[in-house]
């Protein structure tokens, strides 16, 4: 990885980073498909299980034992649920860039919805034991593995 991108843990990342559920399979299949389009290779990815979002996530006042959400760390700043995949899409670019037509919906109705599959994720789509673990050619992008 490069050192100017990425230089320690507690240091600043300048690449977007992805916040996600490690257990969860619906988390973790957005996690896959984000990778799959993300040919830039310009997102970063960590559990919020790990330690690296603990700390960075305690600059935020934002707890990640209690989250339900994704979360996007992009300059500075931290978007949360629907704003967080928005813009996880946006910065995809391409088609998926279309879908920041939905940033006209007003943000607690996009939420409710977020919100509702967020609460029934595990029951529809299943949970693992333990969070997932990136190939070699990926570990570079998960920062919990540092």
């Known amino acids: ?42 997102f970063l990815f960590a559990s919020l299980q790990s330690d690296f979002a603990h700390d960075k996530l305690a600059r935020y006042e934002v707890n990640p034992s209690l989250l339900q959400s994704i979360l996007l760390l992009k300059n500075g700043q931290l978007y ?6 928005l ?5 995809l670019g ?3 860039r279309l879908l920041s037509v939905f940033k006209i919906v007003p943000k607690f109705i996009r939420d409710f919805f977020y919100d509702w599959i967020a609460k029934n994720r595990y029951r529809w789509f299943g949970r693992q034991e ?9 570990k570079e992008r998960f920062l ?3």
């Open 94 to 96: 391409g088609p998926w």
């Open 80 to 85: 949360h649920k629907s704003d967080a995949a």
């Open 144 to 146: 919990d593995s540092y």
């Open 130 to 138: 333990t969070c997932r673990v990136p190939t070699p050619d990926l």
């Open 1 to 42: 990885m490069d050192a100017e991108r990425l230089v320690t843990n507690s240091e600043v990342v300048e690449s977007p980073v992805i916040f996600f559920d490690g257990v969860c399979n619906l988390c973790n299949s957005a996690v896959n498909f984000v990778i799959d389009r993300d040919t830039d290779r310009q």
């Open 87 to 91: 813009e996880v899409a946006s910065l």
